[in-house]
């Protein structure tokens, strides 16, 4: 079983319309978590963090489920500009802050 | 902003090949990494330097070595290169002072090893 798992998608949206996907992790040392974009044939880039609470920024609200071991994104009032790959990634602080990457959940916003 | 350069956007090698893929960033920053990323299996890392001329190995450094003589600079070397080697390598850097996940990434270099 991979250590961080995601649904690669493609998830196709209409224009304005909200889309969520989750990332499950199998460590339940894990203890931190992010949020990368990766536009097509582009690095990655930080997109949010995810803290226990859960958190908002703009149109992007992140979620964290210990429980059930696994992380969401959810996307509000799509924007073409956001379609991309959205890797997820678990940080094990206790590995020496490794980080493991998702494989990847690609986005497709259509007008 | 910090800017990590890789030193080639496309790559080709034959079998056999010793290839080297430099990486530079200009932010001073202590971290360094080696990233690969194939279709499905997410970004896989092959080696880290946390400081000059120190180095470790990531999950999948067969195959593989690395030279970080100046801050600044850290080389991927693939001693003899294999067509398994074929995939998108990214460099990435961080600060030791900032969050650890912050990680600024090089635009990467398509490697292809006929």
Known sequence: RKEVEQDPGPFNVPEGATVAFNCTYSNSASQSFFWYRQDCRKEPKLLMSVYSSGNEDGRFTAQLNRASQYISL?????????????????????AGNKLTFGGGTRVLVKP | DVKVTQSSRYLVKRTGEKVFLECVQDMDHENMFWYRQDPGLGLRLIYFS??????EKGDIPEGYSVSREKKERFSLILESA?????????????????????????????????
């Open chain 2, 82 to 114: 294999s067509t398994n080697q074929t995939s998108m390598y990214l460099c990435a850097s961080s600060s030791r002072t900032a969050l650890l996940e912050k990680l600024f990434f090089g635009s990467g270099t398509q490697l292809s090893v006929l």
């Open chain 2, 50 to 55: 946390y400081d000059v001329k120190m180095k």
């Open chain 1, 74 to 94: 959810l996307i509000r009032d799509s924007k073409l500009s956001d379609s991309a790959t959205y890797l997820c990634v678990v940080n094990e602080w206790a």
